[in-house]
């Protein structure tokens, strides 16, 4: 069973459109993430929940907009995509804020804007 | 901003060798991690070493911290082909809580 698990794996979309992403934990865990990371594989974080609610949001354009209608799960909505959101989007979880032991990666969904 | 900065930037080795790879941090944490990527996956988390301990092993892994230099170093002992990644430290807590702040990372190629 896969613990995180995001979907797609590839979107490949044009400027101007809309998309979403999910993002689904099994682990129980009750804080969740969302990374952006750029073409220099540098990982930003964008935002993180806890137990669905909203605690980081690092400065991000509210183009993006996440939502969580369960501790379990954690989606991200682009709106009005633009060339430079092309990258690799990655959700996480953590047991907790504390985050004593580490976190738990999904395998990415490659976003490119054409 | 960026909490952890790696050294060096690429690293490349023969099967067999030892890897070490340092990690710099610019503020307070509650404990720091490593992180293994391999080409087009996801993050794997490896180790997790807290602020009060120096020293850490798992298998073939060994991390240290040294919070009065705000440095952390990872060794991988023996090292084999498989371990071919891009190794990314990343800090958690003081002024990061809530979330880990990621180095840019060392990619690590190890010859067979």
């Known amino acids: 069973d896969t613990a995180v698990s995001q979907t797609p794996k590839y979107l490949v979309t044009q400027m101007g459109n809309d998309k979403s992403i999910k993002c689904e934990q099994n682990?129980?865990?009750?804080?969740m993430y969302w990374y952006k990371q750029d073409s220099k594989k540098f990982l930003k974080i964008m935002f993180s929940?806890?137990?669905?609610?909203?605690?980081i949001n690092e400065t991000v354009p509210n183009r993006f907009s996440p939502k969580s209608p369960d501790k379990a799960h954690l989606n991200l909505h682009i709106n009005s995509l633009e060339l430079g959101d092309s990258a690799v989007y990655f959700c996480?979880?953590?047991?907790?804020?504390?985050?004593?032991?580490?976190?738990?990666f999904g395998s990415g969904t490659r976003l490119t804007v054409v | 901003s960026q909490q952890g900065e790696e050294d060096p930037q690429a690293l490349s080795i023969q099967e067999g060798e030892n890897a070490t790879m340092n990690c710099s941090y610019k503020t307070s944490i509650n404990n720091l991690q490593w992180y293994r990527q391999n080409s087009g996956r996801g993050l794997v988390h490896l180790i997790l070493?807290?602020?009060?301990?120096r020293e850490k092993h798992s298998g073939r892994l060994r991390v240290t911290l040294d919070t009065s230099k705000k440095s952390s170093s990872l060794l991988i002992t023996a090292s084999r082909a498989a371990d071919t990644a891009s190794y990314f430290c990343?800090?958690?807590?003081?002024?990061?809580?809530?979330?880990?702040?990621f180095g840019q990372g060392t990619i690590l190629t190890v010859h067979p």
């Open positions: 070493i807290r602020s009060n301990e």
């Open positions: 682990l129980g865990h009750d804080t």
């Open positions: 990343a800090g958690a807590g003081g002024t990061s809580y809530g979330k880990l702040t």
């Open positions: 929940y806890n137990n669905k609610e909203l605690i």
């Open positions: 996480a979880s953590s047991q907790d804020l504390a985050d004593l032991y580490g976190y738990t």
